[in-house]
């Protein structure tokens, strides 16, 4: 049945929008939605070589191919063109840049909100921890090209060592456990008052709906924080912040190193919150302390507290709440697949504003992967993190050519090869598994250019 759903998805695509090849992920990227959101935007455009949802596919492909590169980008779209009929177009990128700078924000991050979204509320229930579902926050940083308006928008943040020699974007994301999608995402510079990780997931609250768990670690583990998404009834585990002492003699003993004591609100009002925001936060909290004993190799502590405000032992034991925040990793691993998989670390854009859209856009690009691994996932009896996500990219690529110029018969053969063949990319089971942090091929011994190239050629000559 999934099967049969995921070929009509791109029958819908291919029907719609004769011109634009299709993509085997979900009927949110066809042409008649596109435009629906360009209408509600009010985005108004001329019908030219490259329009908004042709845009948005070249785009699209642009952060999913190995080669990243505008030309490349052409390239593929004059190829497209060729194979339908269409005429050739230039091969001189000028245009699609431009259009890319004529394509909407707001598009493109409401597509990946809604795709995100529909991920998320599409899971299994057996995906879910006790039928709550389980959102990840985590924060990341990228780099960039060191351009005037990337430097005034985003700065150069400053360590021991000096300033960095490309400006850097903060980003904090918050991602679904189940599948793995990216719901939401807020973005800011890596230096200045208000851009650290604290202050971009307040800005954030509107991604957290009744009844979700927010996993996260040590840093959002503060009482103001965790105190405004109880108001929220969303309840969160997390590690215990470094400056927080347990004392495990103390509170309502729930079992050995499983206690429920009550956190006091801080006397003094933190600078971001407002008076009346303070006033009306709760004077306590009840909160659920749990010890959690590692003993095994390879990681960095022998034992740490889990605080939650689930505080029912007999729906989340200790030994469930240690699992549970076991996977917060999963949350370095996901951020993993969208910066490196899909080489989001190093931008390429050169304006602030074409910067957050390659960001959004990655995001968008990373849900529509996520939708392939869910649906194979579903149809196979598996779990998502049992299929590898970069193979799926790896089919996508290697299908390229088939996808774009096959007709609508021959669609079902292909997304049913490609299928199959994604549920066979599985992970490898291996718990407990570590590595030494340590690098085998040592990196070339150049020196690293602390200035601009321009002036590093001034310095040599």
């Not at 090849?21 to 066809?30: A, K, M």
């Not at 809604?114 to 924060?139: C, F, M, N, S, Y």
């Not at 190799?297 to 989340?316: A, M, N, W």
Request: hydrophobic share 40%; charged share 25%.
């Amino acid at each position: 049945m999934l099967q049969g759903r995921f070929f009509r998805r791109v029958v819908e695509l291919k029907s719609q929008c004769d011109r634009v090849p299709s993509l085997p992920f979900s009927e949110v990227l066809s042409a008649k939605r596109i435009v629906a959101v360009l209408k509600e935007l009010k985005a108004l455009y001329r019908d030219r070589l490259y329009p908004p949802w042709a845009t948005l596919w070249v785009f699209l492909w642009q952060v999913l191919s190995a080669d990243p590169s505008c030309r490349h980008a052409v390239s593929r779209w004059l190829a497209f063109r060729a194979a339908r009929g269409m005429g050739p177009c230039s091969t001189d990128t000028g245009s699609y840049c431009d259009a890319r700078k004529r394509l909407p924000l707001a598009l493109v991050s409401r597509l990946a909100r809604d795709t995100g979204r529909e991920l998320h509320q599409q899971a299994p229930d057996d995906w879910r921890i006790a039928g709550r579902p389980v959102k990840l926050v985590d924060g990341s940083t990228v780099s960039m090209p060191d351009t005037p308006d990337n430097v005034a928008a985003f700065g150069k943040p400053r360590n021991q060592h000096g300033a960095s020699p490309f400006p850097v974007a903060r980003l904090v994301v918050v991602l679904c456990l189940a599948t793995g999608a990216a719901l939401e995402l807020a973005l800011g510079p890596c230096r200045g008052k208000k851009t650290g990780e604290l202050s971009l997931f307040r800005s954030l609250e509107d991604a957290f709906t009744p009844g979700d768990v927010v996993l996260a670690d040590r840093l959002y583990c503060t009482y103001c924080d965790i105190a405004r998404l109880r108001q929220q009834r969303v309840d969160v585990v997390m590690r215990q912040h470094a400056h927080r002492h347990s004392d495990f003699r103390r509170g309502r003993r729930l079992g050995k190193d499983d206690h429920r004591v009550f956190w006091r609100r801080p006397t003094s009002r933190p600078e971001w919150m407002s008076s009346e925001e303070f006033a009306a936060l709760p004077a306590q909290l009840e909160m659920r302390e749990v010890c959690v004993r590692v003993i095994i190799p390879g990681f960095r502590v022998k034992s740490l507290v889990v605080v939650t405000t689930l505080l029912d032992p007999r729906t989340f034991s200790q030994e469930a709440l240690a699992e549970l925040y076991r996977q917060r990793w999963q949350a370095e691993l996901d951020l993993r697949s969208i910066k490196t998989v899909m080489q989001m670390d190093v931008l390429r854009c050169k304006t602030a504003e074409m910067v957050r859209k390659e960001i959004w856009m990655h995001l968008l690009a990373y849900n529509l992967l996520r939708s392939m691994l869910c649906a194979t996932a579903v149809e196979h009896g598996l779990t998502v993190r049992a299929i590898s996500f970069k193979a799926s990219l790896q089919l996508l690529n290697a299908f390229y050519h088939q996808l774009v110029t096959s007709n609508a018969e021959d669609l079902e053969m292909l997304c049913t090869i490609i299928l199959g063949a994604l549920r066979e990319h599985r992970v490898g089971n291996r718990p407990d598994r570590f590595e030494p942090r340590k690098l085998r091929r040592p990196p070339k011994p150049y020196p690293k250019m602390k200035f601009p190239r321009h002036e590093e050629r001034k310095r040599c000559a």
